[in-house]
């Protein structure tokens, strides 16, 4: 045998390999790299003996143990050696014999195993040749199939007579898998060999044929399109030429392109491309047809994808928030917080925030303070009036004219599906016939609702919960309570006066000066002029009042440089030379009394633009024991008159009173200014002062203000607008402040310079009030002799030595 003239030894060197299986006879250039293999080839070239290939069972191992290696190999021959560059070597091997490993010989340089050579020769028989034969056309039918093989190789294969040399040259060409290469090396049979590979290329072949059918059906589609695209390009040339051309069917591929790049949902794309494919069966020019155009326009231009980067740098968000507006400090502070919260957690529902405040605090252009510190788009509905539930939710398409409703109109506007979204004057919405749109902007508005948002005109759910939205309002009372319940609520009170004077310092004397063309070297403001205008020019909680009269100073002086022609020196505005500017004061501040007197108190008010200080009077008449209460007072301010009256007739012991002292006399209760209306409980225990300071002839002290509401057994209750009525206060030089003893709670939120200079005298009855509150308290019956006054009032006197302020 001539293979085994070649292999003499049957102790051989292994070379593993990995995806690849020789078969004997086959010459095939090799790669080697390992350095156990290098060593392992250098040791076949030195002994001058072969060397055996066997298949890796995991080609991915990169030091194979002997389990892992086929037992079934091929010894080879050692045609050609070259060393590459990067040290790996390239062989060029011939298959010689198939050849099983018994065992492995420890050498830890190379892979050496003991063989043994289990192929031997068949005998010629017609049999073997009729398979020959069969195999051999199999092949050459396998190869027309497509194969691209050179002619040379099924002429070499022809010439070959041995049935396993034939068996091993048609497999070595066969396109399989690895280790189905290795099942036909290990059939040591060449007729068996031969009888599965016959039924291997059968199977191959059938593949083959139907990947023919396959490409043919493909070719021919893909000639029709391109058919039909060609006609199509044609017949377009000519409509042209001939000045037929018809636009709508380029407008159908526009929209189908615009569909396509809009990255639209799948439920949205479907129905986008079922209203495309009933606008092309449309008459161009139809009244549907314009609607239906009018409907893909609006789902294609939607962002549906398109968001905004946010600015998650708390440091930088917090400068810009400062650069826009003063103070404000809580909701400046929430932002910062979602900011931080969306710095942590990469995906989260977009906040609700209601900002409440009287008008001109800023709550508009913190909206956009805020968008701008997130670095956010910003867009903005005016609520204010409106009264149909289609201004949110849209239109149904039935209608003519029909459009989308406003969140949908804004958010194609903003052009991204995360802006900060201001929905402003939201208190001011109402409802009729048409429906109601607070009710509407229940889903708008609710984090676990809004993410499938349904607007009537698209049809398709949108998804808001990416949106920040932000609502104002000047009062809370004219919004629906679940409507409500939905938004966080940040109050914005009204600015103190030294915040606005710092406002006017740092944002409004710069701007307006720069509009009306003046320099700032030309203008100087006085602190005393900016606050004269603050008390005397203005009455508001914000600072637009403020502005308009900053501007209007501007422009005296503006006028003044143009009708003389010359450049204006500094001109400096004071307290005093403001009524040349703006005119006489329009306000005046409510100052504490010159004296303390008999019958009338200080009391302490809210008001939509800001606190205000109230007297109360209370004159005694003789009668038959009428109330009178003038002063425009409302319902509740009534009741709490009423309430302060039964409690006085009820403690006329403690207060040193006849107890029938009611029935010969009237009262009169007014609270000045009387074209005001006013109401509300706060005002109790002021009106019940002065009834006692009437009824007993003890006079309030002047420098005390108050503020609570009182109960029938003299309990005194908390009330709101703390912040307000304590600035009213200071403003009015008054300092000594009654507060309920629940209210305690509100004084975190005064300015630290106001409650310095304030003394809070915190209660929980009217006794403690009137013992602050009066300059000598009443006496009860049974301490003192009582005297008979001109009213025939019953009551304690006076001790000669209480002083009269």
């Not at 709508?248 to 079922?274: C, G, Q, Y």
Request: net charge positive; proline share 5%.
């Amino acid at each position: 045998m001539e293979e085994k003239k070649k292999i003499q030894s049957n102790i051989l060197p292994l070379l593993p390999l990995r995806d690849i299986v020789v078969f004997p006879h086959m010459i095939i250039p090799l790669f080697v790299g390992r350095d156990k293999s290098i060593r392992g080839v250098e040791n076949a070239i030195s002994q001058e003996k072969g060397i055996v290939l066997a298949a890796q069972k995991k080609p991915k191992t990169n030091d194979p143990a002997p389990k892992e290696i086929y037992e079934i190999g091929t010894a080879a021959d050692i045609l050609q050696v070259l060393r590459l560059s990067d040290g790996t070597v390239k062989v060029l091997i011939e298959g010689i014999t198939r050849v099983k490993i018994d065992s492995y010989i420890e050498n830890n340089n190379f892979f050496e195993v003991k063989v043994s050579f289990p192929e031997k020769k068949i005998e010629a028989s017609a049999e073997t040749e009729a398979l020959m034969r069969s195999l051999y056309g199999l092949f050459e039918e396998y190869i027309k199939m497509g194969q691209k093989m050179p002619p040379e190789i099924l002429m070499a294969i022809q010439n070959i007579a041995d049935p396993g040399h034939l068996s091993d040259a048609i497999a070595a060409h066969l396109s399989m898998k690895t280790a189905d290469k290795q099942k036909l090396l290990e059939i040591i049979s060449p007729q068996d060999r031969m009888e599965d590979l016959y039924r291997v290329i059968e199977s191959e072949i059938e593949i083959l044929q139907v990947e023919k059918k396959v490409r043919g059906r493909v070719k021919k589609q893909m000639e029709q399109s391109q058919k039909e695209y060609y006609l199509h390009e044609q017949m377009k040339a000519i409509q042209k030429e001939l000045g037929k051309y018809n636009e709508f069917k380029s407008e159908i591929e526009e929209l189908k392109e615009k569909i396509k790049n809009a990255k639209m949902p799948e439920d949205v794309d479907k129905k986008a491309l079922k209203e495309l494919k009933r606008l092309e069966m449309m008459p161009p020019m139809s009244a549907e047809g314009t609607v239906v155009r009018n409907y893909i326009d609006w789902l294609v231009d939607m962002p549906w994808t398109i968001r905004t980067k946010d600015k998650l740098k708390i440091k930088d968000a917090e400068k810009i928030l400062n650069e826009d507006h003063y103070g404000l400090e809580k909701v400046k502070e929430r932002v910062l917080e979602y900011l931080a919260v969306r710095k942590l957690v990469k995906k989260m529902k977009g906040p609700i925030l209601c900002l409440v405040g009287p008008p001109g605090v800023g709550k508009t252009s913190l909206g956009k303070s805020i968008a701008r510190a997130m670095g956010r788009k910003f867009v903005r509905v005016s609520l204010g009036g409106v009264r149909d539930e289609a201004e949110v939710r849209g239109h149904r398409r039935t209608y003519i004219g029909a459009l989308p409703g406003r969140i949908i109109q804004s958010l194609k506007k903003a052009g991204t599906k995360n802006p900060v979204f201001m929905l402003d004057e939201i208190d001011k919405m109402s409802m009729d016939f048409r429906g109601d749109p607070s009710s509407a902007l229940l889903e708008v508005l609710d984090p676990e609702q809004n993410y499938t948002f349904d607007d009537h005109y698209l049809e398709v759910d949108f998804d808001l919960s990416e949106v920040m939205f932000i609502t104002t309002a000047n009062v809370l009372h004219t919004i629906p309570r679940p409507l409500l319940d939905r938004m966080e609520v940040i109050r914005m009170p009204g600015y103190t006066e030294d915040e606005k004077v710092n406002i006017a310092k740092i944002f409004l004397m710069p701007k307006n000066i720069r509009e009306h063309g003046l320099k700032e070297k030309q203008v100087q403001f006085l602190d005393a002029a900016i606050r004269k205008i603050i008390r005397h020019y203005t009455k508001e909680s914000g600072v637009r009042n403020l502005e308009r009269e900053i501007a209007n100073i501007c422009r005296k002086l503006a006028k003044k440089i143009a009708t003389e022609g010359r450049t204006l020196k500094t001109v400096v505005v004071t307290a005093k030379s403001l009524s040349k500017y703006l005119g006489i004061p329009l306000y005046r501040i409510s100052k504490k009394g010159e004296r303390s007197e008999v019958g009338l108190s200080t009391g302490l008010a809210w008001t939509e633009v800001g606190g205000e200080m109230l007297t109360t009077e209370v004159t005694i008449m003789d009668g038959r024991g009428k109330l009178t209460l003038t002063g425009q007072l409302g319902d509740v301010m009534q009741e709490s008159a009423q309430a302060a009256l039964s409690y006085v007739r009820s403690k006329v012991k403690e207060m040193g009173l006849n107890k029938n002292f009611y029935q010969k006399i009237d009262i009169h209760i007014h609270v000045p200014e009387g074209a005001i209306p006013k109401d509300g409980p706060s005002a109790g225990i002021t009106m019940a002062t002065a009834l006692v300071s009437a009824l007993t002839k003890r006079p309030v002290r002047r420098d005390v203000a108050m503020t609570g509401e009182i109960t029938l057994r003299g309990k005194v209750l908390p009330i709101g607008g703390v912040k307000e009525k304590l600035l009213a206060a200071h403003r009015g030089e008054i300092y000594n402040i009654i507060l309920p003893k629940e209210n305690e709670r509100d004084l975190k939120d005064i300015p630290a310079n106001i409650k310095k200079v304030l003394k809070f005298n915190l209660v929980e009855n009217m006794d403690e009030v009137l013992k602050v509150a009066l300059e000598e308290p009443p006496v009860p019956i049974a301490e003192k002799k009582m005297e008979t006054g001109p009213q025939g009032i019953t009551y304690a006197p006076l001790p000669s030595s209480v002083p009269i302020n």
